[in-house]
């Protein structure tokens, strides 16, 4: 199976940016969406953003013209590019995938990394 780990989360002020990264190792070979989600405290997980295997896109409509999805698909790696962050973006965030070329959905992901925590600071 696919394992996934996330690195790259830690505390910002607001206004700054980060770089989530997700690598993915085990089964990895043959087609994946892949995607990130965050939960805040109290809150449900919700979908950040999504990309299919041909590079396709889906974003949360509050993350638009701030977050940037993309994969490196020769170092099996996966990415989040985070800019103008908000307070209320502090979240434990994390990677997933799904073993299917396209996406379609947010619940459509069966393969999860542990987490890794954003804080933005006002």
């Known amino acids: 199976d696919v394992q996934l780990v996330e690195s790259g989360g830690g505390s910002v002020q607001a206004g700054g940016s980060l770089r989530l990264s997700c690598a993915a190792s085990g089964n990895t070979r043959g087609a994946y969406c892949m995607g990130w989600f965050r939960q805040a405290p109290g809150k449900e997980r919700e979908g950040v953003a999504r990309i299919d295997t041909y590079g396709s896109t889906t974003y949360t409509d509050s993350m638009k013209g701030r977050f940037t999805i993309s994969r490196d698909n020769s170092k099996n790696n996966l990415y989040l590019q985070m800019n103008s962050l908000k307070p209320e973006d502090t979240a434990l965030y994390y990677c997933?995938?799904?073993?299917?070329?396209?996406?379609?959905?947010?619940?459509?992901?069966?393969?999860w990394g542990q987490g890794t925590q954003v804080t933005v600071s006002s």
């Open positions: 997933a995938a799904s073993r299917t070329s396209v996406c379609y959905s947010w619940s459509q992901f069966n393969v």
